[in-house]
């Protein structure tokens, strides 16, 4: 019934920059927390960044300096922006989220809610 759907992502040479964007959509109630995570070809998903509903964060410590997440709580909105882009950058990002929503007539949360990704590829 929510739905989280991705864009921003693309193919960027090293040192360049990207600004990725999460939009949440449906009878959201409440987003508790946000964040993106990345997935490389053979490697397990990886935790990026998160910010919760005070506005704190926290960052993998690769791209600590690098990567800046914010939220739009207006729109509903989550961005990353990823500047000094690295070979080691590239993956798809998913955005997550920790919500309430309405379903029917009842509040219900889902902790684990996903977007479907978007390929960020770092190369010359």
């Known amino acids: 019934q929510v739905q989280l759907v991705e864009s921003g992502g693309g193919l960027v040479q090293p040192g360049g920059s990207l600004r990725l964007s999460c939009a949440a959509s449906g009878r959201i109630f409440s987003i508790n927390a946000m964040g993106w995570y990345r997935q490389a070809p053979g490697k397990q998903r990886e935790l990026v960044a998160v910010?919760?509903?005070?506005?704190?964060?926290n960052y993998v410590d690769s791209v600590k300096g690098r990567f800046t997440i914010s939220r739009d709580n207006a729109k509903n909105t989550l961005y990353l922006q990823m500047n000094s882009l690295k070979p080691e950058d590239t993956a798809v990002y998913y955005c997550?989220?920790?919500?309430?929503?309405?379903?029917?007539?009842?509040?219900?949360?889902?902790?684990?809610?996903w977007g479907q990704g978007t390929q960020v590829t770092v190369s010359s």
């Open positions: 910010t919760n509903s005070g506005g704190r964060t």
């Open positions: 997550n989220a920790d919500l309430t929503y309405y379903s029917g007539q009842t509040l219900r949360s889902d902790h684990d809610c």
